[in-house]
């Protein structure tokens, strides 16, 4: 157990919908990262918040947002929807994002679109 | 983007201990390399990271070159459970500390 809570587990969901992935970071991490995994592209950064700010943009779709609340925890939002946005979302923590930290992964949401 | 090269997969026999290569040439002197492993259906699991000495921890030992430019994980005792992809990757200490995550290299244990 990483310490990390996601949830949905899954989703299924049609074309043109909207979707929200929650992550809850491990007790005491200010760092949350998100990432997508599909089977053509692989593990890919998306995006970093940092006790409440966005520090780190990756390869994130301008339909995609993300946000850090007080408490930590963390979700992303995921908007018209298509077809190729079916994959696995992994959220990851760290304690403050340093490169010599490592990052504690959840167990990840799958999202099917239909 | 921080680029690592690994083999694309490698057996080993179970029990045996196993050498899983990394070469990671245009590593910065303040980069850290990590090691993360996969296992099917399940998000990416932190293994061991270092900066310029071995490294050892209860899942496994992590040797890095004298000049950086290469590591290698190693599994001292492969167990059917260790069969993953394991994914060799190097953080710029830059202000985007995200991983950088390379194919991997798939690994088969063999009974």
């Known amino acids: 157990d990483s310490g990390v809570t996601q949830t949905p587990k899954h989703l299924i969901t049609a074309t043109g919908q909207r979707v929200t992935l929650r992550c809850s970071p491990r007790?005491?991490?200010?760092?949350v990262y998100w990432y997508q995994q599909s089977l053509d592209q692989g593990l890919q950064f998306l995006i970093q918040?940092?006790?409440?700010?966005?520090?780190a943009k990756g390869n994130i779709l301008e339909r995609f947002s993300a946000q850090q609340f007080p408490d930590l925890h963390s979700e992303l939002n995921l908007s018209s929807l298509e077809l190729g946005d079916s994959a696995l979302y992994f959220c990851?923590?760290?304690?403050?994002?340093?490169?010599?930290?490592?990052?504690?992964f959840g167990d990840g949401t799958r999202l099917s679109i239909l | 983007d921080a680029k690592t090269t690994q083999p694309n997969s490698m057996e080993s026999n179970e029990e045996e201990p196993v050498h899983l290569p990394c070469n990671h040439s245009?590593?910065?002197?303040?980069?850290?390399i990590h090691w993360y492993r996969q296992l099917p259906s399940q998000g990416p699991e932190y293994v061991i990271h270092?900066?310029?000495s071995n490294v050892n921890n209860r899942m496994a030992s992590l040797a890095i070159a004298e000049d950086r430019k290469s590591s290698t994980l190693i599994l001292h005792r492969a167990t059917l459970r260790d069969a993953a992809v394991y994914y060799c990757?190097?953080?710029?200490?830059?202000?985007?500390?995200?991983?950088?995550f390379g194919s991997g290299t798939q690994l088969t244990v063999l009974p």
């Open positions: 007790s005491g991490d200010l760092s």
């Open positions: 990757i190097y953080i710029s200490s830059g202000s985007a500390r995200q991983l950088t």
């Open positions: 990851a923590s760290s304690p403050t994002g340093a490169s010599n930290q490592p990052q504690h």
């Open positions: 918040y940092y006790n409440g700010e966005e520090r």
């Open positions: 270092g900066l310029t």
């Open positions: 245009t590593i910065s002197g303040t980069d850290y």
